[in-house]
């Protein structure tokens, strides 16, 4: 089954910085999936990617589907506290598979 | 629309003691998985079933039990609750926009 390695599984940074996070496969997808989960909270869809090379914002975000298909990037602009949590990305869902695709998480913490 | 709830959000168990976790979802969604996260160790795959009548284990099975009698219920049973259990338990669904998690139940298991 696919491997998901996230990096880094920690980070702890000033407001106003930028942040960048990846994961790579051991596998070739054809989805990346990003989710960030606040405190107390479930997961929640950030940004999808469907195509090699494909960069894609959302706000501050912006998240990238490597060209060899095996990784993809997740940056954050100017940090803000609210930007506080853990960061999964997640490989295309197979329903077939008793296996999680969900990376281990990088978890953000931001210092006012 | 509630999207994936789960109740309750919070329990305390005692060694040996039997619960549910409740997950209900009105999406109308196929699949339907149960999570249990610790920290350092991401989102591990319990339990998934990808329909009604349908249920297969995942990663860590051992201990829990679930059933699929209906497309919007996915119950999580432990039968004999052990420490190794205290976790954060997400039920999440998935559809066209992907994974749809419940807000967790925190267990704790004394």
């Known amino acids: 089954g696919q491997q998901l390695n996230q990096s880094p599984q920690s980070m702890f940074i000033q407001e106003g910085e930028d942040v960048s996070m990846n994961c790579t496969s051991s596998?070739?997808?054809?989805?990346w999936l990003w989710y960030k989960q606040d405190p107390g909270e479930g997961p929640v869809l950030l940004i999808a990617?469907?195509?090699?090379?494909e960069l894609t914002s959302n706000g501050r975000l912006t998240a990238q589907f490597g060209i060899t298909r095996k990784d993809s990037f997740l940056n954050i602009s100017a940090s803000i506290p609210s930007d506080v949590g853990i960061y999964f990305c997640?490989?295309?869902?197979?329903?077939?598979?008793?296996?999680?695709?969900f990376g281990d998480g990088t978890t953000l913490t931001v210092k006012p | 629309n509630a999207g994936v709830t789960q109740t309750p959000k919070f329990q305390v168990l005692k060694t040996g003691q039997s619960m549910t976790l409740q997950c209900a979802q009105d999406?109308?969604?196929?699949?339907m998985s149960w999570y249990r996260q610790d920290p350092g160790m991401g989102l591990r795959l319990i339990h998934y079933?990808?329909?009604?009548?349908?249920?297969d284990q995942g990663e860590v099975p051992n201990g829990y039990n679930v059933s699929r009698s209906t497309t919007e219920d996915f119950p999580l049973r432990l039968l004999s609750a052990a420490p190794s259990q205290t976790s954060v338990y997400f039920c999440?669904?998935?559809?066209?926009?992907?994974?749809?998690f419940g807000s967790g139940t925190r267990l704790t298991v004394v």
């Open positions: 997640a490989g295309p869902p197979n329903t077939n598979a008793g296996k999680s695709t």
């Open positions: 596998s070739i997808f054809n989805t």
């Open positions: 990617l469907y195509k090699a090379g």
């Open positions: 999406m109308n969604h196929e699949y």
């Open positions: 079933s990808v329909g009604a009548g349908i249920t």
């Open positions: 999440a669904t998935l559809g066209g926009n992907g994974y749809t």
